[in-house]
């Protein structure tokens, strides 16, 4: 790698840095909207093409029915696990008296076990204790701060559909604008790495919903069969925890398996010890592989990217490092970033 090249990568990176940390939240509604106006192209092309329909109508068309079908998916999802949460309150008297009385019981033997252990090890104890009950508190902290948040996540919502149809209906006035505005070798590599980029988006988008819904499949059907009351509920937010390294599922699985095996049933214990394991590991290697595949890039360096992406910017990392990857690899095959020999794969 020259020391031009190695600048450029740099810059760019800095660019890209500054961009995320200080501006991605004002425009992310715009920036949804365009890679959803690239998703649903090709569909309002189509209706375009068959029906004879201006595009403003067929780009309201597409729109529309994502909607829909979004809506309709939300629906069946809220319903089923309302219904399920409606169990819950019906059974939650029952739970309640059984939660007391493995909290006490759990109290009482970490009491006795900590007559029994040297002072520094039952202070150490004292002290993962109350962090454990810092971070019970956090947690529902944060379910206040996500109620209150809701107004706003909707706003973003609207902007964004309205920005997709927006960009979808003018976008030959869009692209002639910047036809205009970009000199004619710039606007050429410029649409290269609009491919390139928006497909290795696709491609990530891709490969994030299929693990989630996998992992959902996997952890309702076995959820199902080992008998559990909240399957639905219960695998659509584990497959969502799924999504978030450090906490992932194991914030349900760990202390369920743990009153399962002291206070339950031994069996349901090892079950789900299983289940635990085993939808752990299969999405860890299904992420390797199918994140890189779908996005064009290497195991590797996909891996990588979601690791750096999430040490820098937290859990909104898991994004922001792969789509970085694309965007760097975009540049690199077309060019934009000098360098002698082949793209980066």
């Given at each position: 790698m020259t020391t031009k090249t190695a600048a450029y990568i740099t810059f760019i990176l800095g660019a890209i840095y500054l961009f995320l940390r200080y501006v991605m939240s004002y425009v992310l509604p715009f920036v949804l909207g365009i890679f959803l106006a690239f998703m649903l192209e090709p569909v309002v092309a189509g209706i375009t093409r068959r029906t004879g329909i201006r595009r403003s109508k067929a780009s309201l068309a597409a729109v529309f029915l994502l909607v829909l079908v979004l809506v309709s998916v939300v629906t069946w999802a809220v319903t089923r696990i309302a219904a399920e949460i409606s169990d819950l309150y019906r059974k939650l008297p029952e739970y309640r008296v059984e939660f007391d009385r493995v909290i006490a019981e759990a109290l009482r033997v970490a009491?006795?076990?900590?007559?029994?252990?040297?002072?520094?090890?039952?202070?150490?104890?004292?002290?993962?204790?109350?962090?454990?009950?810092?971070?019970?508190?956090?947690?529902?902290?944060?379910?206040?701060?996500?109620?209150?948040?809701?107004?706003?996540?909707?706003?973003?919502?609207?902007?964004?559909?309205?920005?997709?149809?927006?960009?979808?209906?003018?976008?030959?006035?869009?692209?002639?604008?910047?036809?205009?505005?970009?000199?004619?070798?710039?606007?050429?590599?410029?649409?290269?790495?609009?491919?390139?980029?928006?497909?290795?988006?696709?491609?990530?988008?891709?490969?994030?919903?299929?693990?989630?819904?996998?992992?959902?499949?996997?952890?309702?059907?076995?959820?199902?069969?080992?008998?559990?009351?909240?399957?639905?509920?219960?695998?659509?937010?584990?497959?969502?925890?799924?999504?978030?390294p450090l906490v992932g599922p194991g914030l349900i699985y760990l202390p369920w398996i743990a009153y399962q095996l002291a206070w339950g049933s031994i069996g349901t214990g090892v079950s789900l010890l299983v289940l635990y394991g085993s939808v752990s590991l299969l999405r860890q290697v299904a992420q390797t592989h199918l994140v890189g595949r779908e996005m064009g890039l290497h195991p590797l360096v996909a891996l990588m990217s979601v690791y750096v992406g999430f040490r820098m910017f937290g859990a909104a990392g898991l994004v922001y490092g792969p789509l970085t990857a694309i965007l760097i690899k975009g540049l690199w095959a077309s060019n934009v970033i000098p360098h002698e020999g082949g793209a980066v794969t």
């Open positions: 009491g006795d076990i900590s007559d029994q252990l040297p002072e520094p090890l039952a202070r150490s104890l004292q002290e993962q204790w109350n962090r454990l009950y810092s971070l019970l508190t956090a947690l529902v902290s944060g379910a206040g701060l996500f109620v209150k948040s809701v107004p706003s996540f909707l706003i973003t919502v609207v902007f964004t559909f309205l920005s997709t149809y927006f960009i979808l209906r003018d976008r030959s006035s869009i692209s002639g604008f910047a036809r205009v505005a970009v000199p004619p070798g710039a606007f050429a590599s410029l649409k290269n790495v609009e491919i390139d980029i928006l497909g290795g988006v696709a491609g990530f988008v891709r490969a994030q919903a299929l693990l989630i819904t996998l992992t959902m499949i996997l952890n309702v059907i076995a959820l199902t069969f080992i008998g559990s009351r909240y399957a639905v509920a219960l695998g659509l937010l584990l497959a969502l925890l799924d999504t978030l």
